[in-house]
C-alpha cells in the first residue's frame, strides 16, 4: 500500500506541473496529495494488466441500492450486476437472468444462470433475487433503508417476489407497467449478498456483488482497486486484471497524466478533446449521453416559490454560451428526456423557455419585486465535477444581468450527496443546485422518477396532480405511440415549471493510451470494461 500510495502522490504532482506548462491548468487544484516528480514513477508497461483510470472525484461508498454518486457508480458497475441489461440499440439481454418470460400483463418469470457466484464465493441462487427485492422494498429486518429504488417510480409496483424453485424467480405487479424490464437494468435493482450486508451492516465500505471485478483496497482522496474475479460467470471474456482508480481532480493534470503515460484512462471535457487528439499515444472515443447538467430549485425557498422567478432564470440563459465554455459546444440543449432517448425527447429549439430573453426575464423578475437596487441573493451548490462547477461559473455571471447574485458553494462529493437528498428543505441550506442527472433509458424513469410527487429523486419537491396522472397512465399501456403523447404532454408541464431548469445533453468523451482496446460506450453502458485490454 505504502508504495502505491507513494507513486499517486508522486504521480500527481508530475501530472500537475506538466497541466502548468501546457498553459491550461486555470485556477483548479488537484484534490490528490502532490509531491516532487520522481523518474522512478511506473511505466504503463511497469503497471501490469491493470488499468489506471484518473478520475475526477472521490467515490462516497459502494450500496448500489443508497448510491447513485457517479463517481461511486463508476466503481459499483464493475462490482454488482442486474437480471437484465441493454445493449447499445437498447435491447434487452439477460445478465444474471438467461431467459424470461411475461405469462401475462403483471407477471414476469426469470430463469437464474446456474453456477453465478458471489465474491464471497456462495452461489446466487433466486433467494438471493427475493432478498435483494426485499431489502429495496423495505421488507428486510433493517427496515427502509432509503434505497433510491424503492419509490413508485421504480419498484414500489411490486407486490410480490417468489422463488418458484432454486433458479427460477418471479414478479408479480399491482398493474401493468411498461417500464418493468427497463428499471430492472438500473443499478439500483443490483442482485446483492445478504450475508455480506448482515455482517457488514451495508455495502457502503464492503462488496456483496457478482460482477467481474472485487473491491480492493480504498485509501480515501488517494486511489480505489478493484481486481479480476477469478470465480466470475464470464471469467474468460475478462481480460483485465484490475482496475486503480486515481483521483486527479484537475482536469489539466490528468491530461498531463495521459500523455506521459502515468494513467491509461481518464474522462476529459470537449474543452480538452482536441489537445488529446494531437497526441500520437492518445485514443479519444465518443458517445452521446442520456446525461444533462440542470439547475434545481429549492422550493422551500420563499423567493423560489414565485413561478416568475423560476422562469425567468430559464429566459437569463443563454445554454448556447454554457454549452461552448462548458462542453466545448458539443452538447445540445434539452428537456429532463435528453436526445439520447431517441423519439422520446421533445424538440426544445423553438420552445419560448429556451430562447435567451433578458428583458423578458427582467420584467419578471421586476414583477416579483426585484430590480438594481432590491437584488436577489441565491446560495447555489455545486459539485467537483468539471462541467458542474464550469457551468456554475457561467450562470453567476448570466443571472447576474437580472437582479441575481449567486453564492457558489463547490462541495465534496459526500457533502453534495448529503445536500442532495435535502434540496427541497431549508436544511440544505442553499436555494439552487446544480445537477448532472441521467435519464435513463425509458420516459417514466426520466420524468417519474425525477418529477414523480414524493419520488426518491425529486429532490428538489415539484409536484404535479396532472404529471402524476400522466406518469400512472403512461406505465399502464405498452402502445409506443400512445406512451409518447403522454410523455410529451408530461415534459411540457415540467418545463413550464422550472423547478427543475434543464440546460444540456453532452457528448462525453473518454481518452485512453492508445494501448487500451475493446472499450465501446453507449448511453446505455459507459462503463463496460468486460472486453478491455492493454495490448502490449
Not at 72 to 98: C, H, K, P, W
Request: with cysteine; aromatic share 10%.
Amino acid at each position: 500500500m505504502n508504495n502505491v500510495k507513494k507513486w499517486l502522490s508522486l504521480s500527481l504532482a508530475g501530472a500537475m506541473l506538466m497541466g502548468a506548462l501546457a498553459g491550461c491548468g486555470g485556477n483548479s487544484q488537484t484534490t490528490g496529495t502532490p509531491a516532487p516528480t520522481d523518474s522512478a514513477a511506473p511505466t504503463a508497461s511497469a503497471a501490469g494488466n491493470i488499468l489506471r483510470w484518473g478520475t475526477d472525484s472521490e467515490p462516497t461508498g459502494f450500496d448500489p441500492h443508497t448510491n447513485s454518486e457517479e463517481a461511486s457508480l463508476r466503481v459499483m458497475n464493475q462490482l454488482y450486476e442486474t437480471l437484465i441489461e441493454v445493449d447499445a440499440d437498447m435491447t434487452f439481454y439477460g445478465q444474471l437472468a438467461e431467459s424470461w418470460e411475461i405469462p401475462d400483463e403483471t407477471t414476469y418469470v426469470f430463469q437464474l444462470r446456474q453456477g453465478v457466484k458471489f465474491h464471497s464465493g456462495r452461489e446466487m441462487t433466486a433467494d438471493d433475487v427475493v432478498y435483494t427485492f426485499d431489502r429495496i422494498l423495505g421488507k428486510t429486518e433493517a427496515g427502509d433503508i432509503g434505497a433510491l429504488g424503492s419509490k413508485a417510480s421504480y419498484y414500489g409496483g411490486v407486490t410480490a417476489v417468489e422463488a418458484l424453485d432454486t433458479y427460477t424467480v418471479q414478479f408479480t405487479l399491482a398493474e401493468p407497467n411498461a417500464a418493468f424490464l427497463s428499471t430492472l437494468t438500473s443499478n439500483y435493482g443490483a442482485i446483492v449478498d445478504k450475508d455480506v450486508i448482515e455482517e457488514n451492516g451495508d455495502l457502503m465500505r464492503a462488496d456483496g456483488g457478482t460482477g467481474p471485478f472485487t473491491l480492493g483496497e480504498w485509501l480515501p482522496d488517494n486511489y480505489v482497486t478493484i481486481t479480476k474475479f477469478s470465480d466470475y460467470w464470464d471469467a474468460d471474456r475478462v481480460q483485465l486484471d484490475g482496475i486503480t482508480y486515481f483521483l486527479i481532480g484537475d482536469e489539466a493534470a490528468r491530461l498531463a497524466a495521459l500523455r506521459t503515460g502515468e494513467i491509461d484512462f481518464a474522462s476529459l471535457s470537449a474543452t480538452n478533446i482536441a489537445a488529446a487528439e494531437k497526441e500520437a499515444n492518445l485514443s479519444v472515443i465518443s458517445y452521446q449521453t442520456n446525461d444533462y447538467i440542470a439547475l434545481g430549485c429549492n422550493l422551500s425557498t420563499p423567493a423560489l416559490q414565485d413561478i416568475n422567478v423560476r422562469q425567468a432564470m430559464s429566459y437569463a440563459m443563454d445554454r448556447d454560451a454554457i454549452i461552448n465554455v462548458v462542453f466545448g459546444g458539443q452538447a445540445v440543449p434539452c428537456s429532463m428526456v435528453p436526445p439520447g432517448l431517441g423519439h422520446w425527447s421533445l424538440d426544445v429549439s423553438d420552445m419560448e423557455l429556451y430562447q435567451t430573453n433578458v428583458e423578458k426575464a427582467k420584467e419578471l423578475m421586476e414583477a416579483a419585486g426585484y430590480n438594481d437596487g432590491n437584488r436577489l441573493t441565491l446560495k447555489v451548490a455545486a459539485g467537483l465535477m468539471d462541467s458542474i462547477r464550469q457551468a456554475a461559473v457561467v450562470l453567476q455571471q448570466q443571472l447576474a444581468e437580472i437582479y441575481i447574485d449567486l453564492e457558489i458553494t463547490n462541495l465534496e462529493s459526500g457533502e453534495y450527496v448529503d445536500i442532495w437528498g435535502k434540496m427541497s428543505t431549508p436544511e440544505a441550506g442553499f436555494d439552487l443546485m446544480i445537477v448532472n442527472d441521467g435519464a435513463g433509458t425509458d420516459p417514466n424513469r426520466s420524468i417519474s422518477f425525477f418529477f414523480g410527487t414524493g419520488a426518491s429523486a425529486n429532490v428538489f419537491g415539484f409536484s404535479n396532480e396532472r404529471v402524476d396522472e400522466l406518469c400512472a397512465q403512461g406505465i399502464a399501456t405498452t402502445d409506443e405511440s400512445k406512451r409518447e403523447e403522454i410523455y410529451n404532454e408530461a415534459q411540457l408541464i415540467c418545463i413550464e415549471d422550472c423547478t427543475k431548469i434543464c440546460i444540456a445533453s453532452p457528448m462525453k468523451y473518454f481518452v485512453t493510451a492508445s494501448y487500451v482496446e475493446g472499450f465501446a460506450p453507449s448511453s446505455a453502458d459507459a462503463s463496460n470494461f468486460r472486453d478491455t485490454y492493454l495490448a502490449q
